[in-house]
Nanobody
């Protein structure tokens, strides 16, 4: 199973960015996908996640500004980030809880991080 993330970059405060993530490989079932982020010197934290039935969870700090959604293509997710703030600067990691066809057990899979930098 592989996760491919894209969409990071440098933006000014108040602007928007959209992150994309696609899972591929030996996927039997997908339970949820989401994004964690890690700012310099801080622990990794959940930013947003979406379940296979569409329920969403957001960190308090991003509620009302970030929207996570599932793509039309299978096993894809997007994170629309609006009204970005300098404190949103972090490496964003896509993850998915997947049952692979090889093991039929749930496991957490991670994509490479994508850097989001918000300038003031």
């Amino acid at each position: 199973v592989q996760l491919q993330a894209s969409g990071g970059g440098l933006v000014q405060a108040g602007r928007s960015l959209r992150l994309s993530c696609a899972a591929s490989g030996n996927i039997f079932s997908l339970n949820r996908m989401g994004w964690y982020r890690q700012a310099p010197g801080k622990q990794r934290e959940l930013a947003a996640e979406i379940s296979s039935v569409g329920s969403t969870t957001y960190a308090d700090s991003v509620k009302g500004r970030f929207t996570i959604s599932s793509g039309n293509a299978k096993h894809t997710t997007f994170l629309q980030m609006n009204s970005l703030r300098p404190e949103d600067t972090a490496v964003y990691y896509c993850y998915a809880r997947i049952s692979s066809t090889k093991t039929l057990r749930w496991g957490d899979y991670w994509g490479q991080g994508t850097l989001v930098t918000v300038s003031s």
